[in-house]
């Protein structure tokens, strides 16, 4: 194996309190902290070769070659890895997600988070979990949360060095679950780093940052103790928040279809009537169902009866990004 390759895994992960708009755009600063848990069992699986016979990086995602806008992303990301190394050599880079794309599922932060690891290792750089953090929100915000592993905080800062991810409890410290239920596939219009430009044209942004300590320290309690009862309100709470500032934009976004507002006030009666579940959605239609590991096969089954659902996916608290040894 030549000295310049790696090969690194890493998850995507759901935000518990949202990520939505930057402080800074240029650094992705954001505007406000997040909280999220890295989903188990959905894998980005990136190598990397350094090689001085390539002329151009190379990108190939799920077997296809890459060009345009996919391949930029990459090459800017690989840029600020050669920088850090001294490094002028170009990339073969090969990923492969095992979970649908367009499945809802934000794939820029598995996807960032596994680059990063990998090319990282791959140059011969020692970084920090928190410096491998820092890095990999400069290409995707929600990336930074994927590479400590199970339940994580990101912290707003106004410097790029105090902006990063740490673990605030590993993913064994609490069975929860997250059953998404799929119900539009297709590749939305605006994607997520282009929308999170737009937050700070809407009305309500203000507003919504200033209350992000509350959310976070409701949640980040939540989390630490186990209390599903008020981490399902304040997921809920800070769902509609994002969604409402999204709509409010210029131009408006509107990332949700009719059958998922549905969902919005199924589901919070289902928790009334005895089940405890609650939702969360992203940029997308697709609904997360948070509940602790016993309704998640109550919950999951509910879902399969409605027809707008397409499909649906189970995933406990996931591990950090690692590089994958031999
Ligand atoms: O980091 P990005 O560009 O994938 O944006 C993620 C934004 C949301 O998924 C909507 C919220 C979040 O915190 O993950």
Redesign the pocket.
């Known amino acids: 194996m030549p000295t310049w390759c790696a090969t690194a895994i890493a998850s995507p992960n759901i ?1 518990f309190i ?3 708009g930057n402080r800074d755009d240029a650094l992705r600063l954001p505007a406000n902290g ?1 909280i ?1 848990m890295n989903l188990a069992g959905l894998e980005t699986v990136t190598s990397i070769a350094f090689d001085p016979q390539l002329g151009n990086d190379e990108f190939v995602f799920d077997g296809v070659l890459q060009s345009g806008p996919a391949l930029a992303r990459v090459t800017t990301h690989l840029d600020r890895l050669r920088s850090k190394a001294g490094s002028i050599l170009k990339a073969r880079v090969e990923s492969r997600n095992n979970f649908p794309l367009g499945a809802g599922i ?1 794939s ?2 598995s996807g960032f988070a596994a680059l990063t690891v990998a090319g990282a290792a791959a140059l011969g750089l020692t970084l920090s979990e928190r410096e491998l953090s820092i890095l990999a929100r400069r290409e ?4 930074s949360r994927s590479i400590p592993a199970g339940y994580v905080e990101w912290y707003a800062a106004e410097a790029d060095p105090d902006s990063y991810a740490e673990s605030i409890a590993p993913p064994d410290h609490w069975a929860l679950t997250d059953v998404i239920a799929i119900i539009d596939s297709r590749p939305k219009k605006t994607g ?2 282009e929308g ?1 430009r737009l937050a700070r044209t809407s009305p309500r942004q203000a507003a919504r940052v200033a209350d992000a300590p509350r959310r976070l320290a409701i949640c980040r309690r939540a989390v630490r103790e186990k209390d599903f009862t008020a981490l399902a309100e304040i997921l809920e709470e800070d769902t509609r928040l ?1 969604h409402e500032v999204m709509r409010t934009s210029t131009p408006a976004l509107n990332y949700l279809v009719p059958a998922t507002e549905k969902f919005m006030r199924w589901i919070p009666a289902w928790r009334a009537q005895g089940l405890p579940v609650a939702f969360t959605i ?2 997308g239609p697709n609904i997360h169902c948070l509940c602790p590991m016993e309704s998640a096969a109550e919950v999951e089954r509910r879902l399969r009866e409605i027809p707008a659902v397409e499909r649906v996916l189970v995933a406990q608290p996931g591990g950090g990004a690692r590089v994958e040894l031999g």
């Not at 995707?140 to 990336?143: C, F, L, P, T, Y």
Request: charged residues 10%.
């Open positions: 935000a949202k990520y939505w997040s999220s934000a820029s932060a995707s915000g929600s990336a997520s780093a999170n994002m992203d940029a």
